[in-house]
């Protein structure tokens, strides 16, 4: 395993023109194994001076890169998909022991990271452009697609490896050069896989890490070289990044919060149904950001429904995520406990009935860890504040509607559009609901609807600021500048051969 999880409590470093080197940082912030309230490293609140110095390798790597063909770059990143799968284990322990997700899904997180690489190794495809000849006698015109130079991601605490990847392969295979900033909460999986980028012997600045918060956030915002940011986070957040740096012309995806509901019909294969929305709402503790929270039962659904997910959830076992047999971690800290659990007591006072309530959980041998047990809120009135704020715990809450049409309405009230799920059998009603809801990514009787590498990630209203989405197709226009060139060659040149 790394070092920087294996010696007692280091200080980490930033990878800035392919060597690591430490931070300006004055303050620090500590990250703790969320099971057990272990220390396990300090993350340095890296300053605008650090900033500037990773812009600057990114900014000197940026032309021998963008001149290197695109077949070669990739090879690059044939070699990281090798390292990724030969390190999978240790980085997969690494992301349990900072965030607390099962090492299952810490495995299945680092399948999703991978497949982004495995589909940025088609970059020479992928980044053509198309031409047309005579676009008036003797006149060719082209569209090519140009990497934009240095370009930046800062990312949310949740998949400390996966949401990285979303950008970072796609980014440098498009030419670009790429400065990352992980979530101070777990910086030690993007610790590691600079650490396996570094063994790629990719050419130094092209990829740059700067550990950090709030002040590296500003400084990237700020930068006049970095010319685009990636974003995924809360949605303040989100909106703060994505006005700041328009403020200096870049171009910006950033991807907020979410509310994901789901709607359960009458006919629906009320088992299938009641396994994968367990599954849904309670693995990685709700803390995926394409969790179903809200569940909107149909006619006769409320009740069969209702006992089904009680039961299910009920035997969830909760625990250290590298235990065997846990099927749900901790929540990432202290504070987000307190406050999943300060908005169940809100939601109950707003009228809803805990049929399982998770606060106040103590696991034997981790008394020190953030746990709660999966709570379920039945009846939450459709007009409480609850049924719109975004919880990230493990908390699913039960509602119920006549008809899919008043369901719907329920998603149109929503701030947030990350997903939509649907459970039937009935193909008129998946229809229906795949054309009119509101929300980017949509499940019909799938509970996390999270798109494939090759497919973008969407995500609507208050879930995304921007027009190009991570991931796919989506993600080599955002790396790249398009260019039109017209072309005229005069005739007399060619009757000299
Ligand atoms: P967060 O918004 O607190 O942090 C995200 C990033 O922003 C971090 O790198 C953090 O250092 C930085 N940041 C935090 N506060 C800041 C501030 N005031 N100014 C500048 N930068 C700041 O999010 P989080 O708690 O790490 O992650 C959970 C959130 O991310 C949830 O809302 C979840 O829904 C969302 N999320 C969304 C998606 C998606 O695809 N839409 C995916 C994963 C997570």
């Known amino acids: 395993m790394s070092s920087a999880v294996t010696t007692q409590v280091t200080d980490l470093q930033n990878y800035v023109n392919g060597a690591w080197r430490r931070s300006a940082a004055t303050e620090y912030f500590d990250v703790t194994n969320p099971a057990t309230a272990k220390l396990l490293a300090r993350t340095p609140l890296s300053t605008s001076a650090d900033v500037d110095a990773a812009v600057q390798a990114a900014a000197d790597a940026f032309p021998a890169w963008r001149r290197t063909p695109p077949g070669e770059r990739v090879q690059y990143l044939f070699k990281l998909k090798n390292l990724l799968e030969e390190n999978l284990d240790d980085l997969a322990r690494v992301i349990t022991l900072e965030n607390g997700k099962t090492f299952a899904e810490a495995r299945a997180e680092l399948r999703r990271a991978i497949e982004n690489v495995e589909v940025a190794c088609g970059i020479p495809m992928m980044m053509q452009g198309y031409n047309l000849e005579d676009v008036t006698p003797g ?23 996966m949401v990285s990847y979303w950008f970072l392969p796609y980014a440098i295979a498009c030419g670009n050069s790429f400065i990352l900033k992980p979530s101070e909460r777990v910086p030690l999986s993007m610790h590691r896989a600079f650490e396996l980028l570094e063994k790629t012997g990719l050419p130094k600045g092209v990829v740059n890490l700067v550990n950090g918060g709030k002040e590296v956030v500003n400084a990237l915002c700020d930068h006049p070289q970095v010319r685009a940011i990636s974003f995924v986070g809360s949605t303040p957040v989100a909106k703060h990044v994505y006005s700041r740096s328009a403020a200096s012309g870049k171009r910006m995806q950033c991807q907020g919060g ?4 789901v709607i359960v019909l009458p006919d629906a294969d009320m088992e299938l149904a009641t396994q994968i929305i367990s599954d849904s709402a309670f693995g990685c503790a709700g803390q995926r950001c394409l969790a179903v929270s809200v569940a909107v039962t149909i006619g006769e659904a409320q009740k069969t429904f209702r006992d089904c997910i009680a039961h299910a959830a009920s035997s969830i076992r909760v625990g250290n995520g590298l235990d065997a047999g846990v099927q749900m971690g901790p929540v990432i800290t202290r504070e987000s406990k307190q406050r999943i659990e300060s908005l ?6 707003e009228g809803a009935k805990p049929i399982l309530d998770g606060r106040n959980t103590k696991i034997p041998k981790y008394e020190s860890g953030n746990f709660l047990t999966p709570t379920v809120l039945d009846g939450l009135p459709t007009n409480s504040q609850l049924a719109n704020t975004e919880i990230f715990g493990p908390v699913l809450s039960l509602i119920h509607a006549n008809s899919i049409d008043e369901a719907m309405e329920f998603l149109r009230r929503s701030p947030y559009g990350n997903q939509a799920s649907l459970f039937t059998t009935s193909g008129s009603a998946a229809r229906k609901f795949r054309y009119e809801a509101p929300a980017g990514n949509i499940g019909i009787n799938i509970g996390v609807a999270a798109p494939m590498a090759y497919f973008p990630f969407s995500g609507w209203k208050e879930s995304f600021f921007g027009i190009l989405h991570g ?27």
């Open 139 to 161: 006149v060719d015109e082209m569209q090519i697609r140009q990497p934009l130079g240095v370009v930046a991601a800062i990312v949310p605490f949740n998949f400390p490896a």
């Open 258 to 261: 979410a509310k994901n509901h």
């Open 344 to 349: 169940i007591s809100a939601g109950v006072g």
């Open 471 to 497: 991931q796919g197709r989506d993600a080599v226009e955002f790396f790249t500048e398009c260019k039109i060139v017209i072309e005229r060659w005069s005739r007399q040149e060619t009757r000299k051969f």
